[in-house]
T-cell receptor
Framework: QKEVEQDPGPLSVPEGAIVSLNCTYS??????FMWYRQYSRKGPELLMY????GNKEDGRFTAQVDKSSKYISLFIRDSQPSDSATYLC???????????FGAGTRLTVKP | KAGVTQTPRYLIKTRGQQVTLSCSPI?????VSWYQQTPGQGLQFLFE???????NKGNFPGRFSGRQFSNSRSEMNVSTLELGDSALYLC??????????????FGSGTQLSVL
């Protein structure tokens, strides 16, 4: 079993839809949780960075962390075609020197 | 402010050859990490350098090596290439050591194809 599980999709939604992306994990030592967006032929770009449980909102993006369930989510409101990309979750502990990534979910937002 | 720069963007090599990839971090960033990304395995950690010293290493064979220079620029080398080494190699920089949970900023990667 992988430490981080993420449904690779693909996920296709119409423009304006609310998108929900999720990851589960098994290592209770993870404390920092991140979401990256990766466009084709580009490196991952940091979208959201959260510590411990709770919600964080940034524009159309909301990240949620539920440490008791070992479950994290990213919501995208009013999705746009420009949101079409692969979304990677990532997490690390206090003193981990490397990070664990999910496999990535490929999202397509259709006009 | 310039982002993380990786060169070259694309490489085609044959089995048995070696390859060197280069990474220039964001100005002021002292930590450089390398990752391998493949469709099957996703992003996997190779190693991290901070102040010219390797601080952590992932589970890759000794054919994969790296170094960091005094200006924080980093190179990684893969010797005796195998077909399975075909991947996107990503470099990420951060202000301090990755272990302190600093945000990682990635370059666009080097796409390596081994024939």
């Amino acid at each position: 079993q992988k430490e981080v599980e993420q449904d690779p999709g693909p996920l296709s939604v119409p423009e304006g839809a609310i998108v929900s992306l999720n990851c589960t994990y098994s290592n209770s030592a993870f404390q920092y949780f991140m979401w990256y967006r990766q466009y084709s032929r580009k490196g991952p770009e940091l979208l959201m960075y959260t510590y411990s449980s709770g919600n964080k909102e940034d524009g159309r993006f909301t990240a949620q962390v539920d440490k008791s369930s070992k479950y994290i989510s990213l919501f995208i409101r009013d999705s746009q075609p420009s949101d079409s990309a692969t979304y990677l979750c990532a997490m690390s502990g206090y003193n981990n020197n490397d990070m664990r990534f999910g496999a990535g979910t490929r999202l397509t937002v259709k006009p | 402010k310039a982002g993380v720069t990786q060169t070259p963007r694309y490489l085609i090599k044959t089995r048995g050859q070696q390859v060197t990839l280069s990474c220039s971090p964001i100005s002021g960033h002292r930590s450089v990490s390398w990752y391998q990304q493949t469709p099957g395995q996703g992003l996997q950690f190779l190693f991290e350098y901070f102040s010219e010293t390797q601080r952590n290493k992932g589970n890759f064979p000794g054919r994969f090596s790296g170094r960091q220079f005094s200006n924080s620029r980093s190179e990684m080398n893969v010797s005796t290439l195998e077909l399975g080494d075909s991947a996107l190699y990503l470099c990420a920089s951060s202000w301090t050591r990755q272990g302190r949970n600093e945000k990682l900023f990635f370059g666009s990667g080097t796409q390596l194809s081994v024939l």
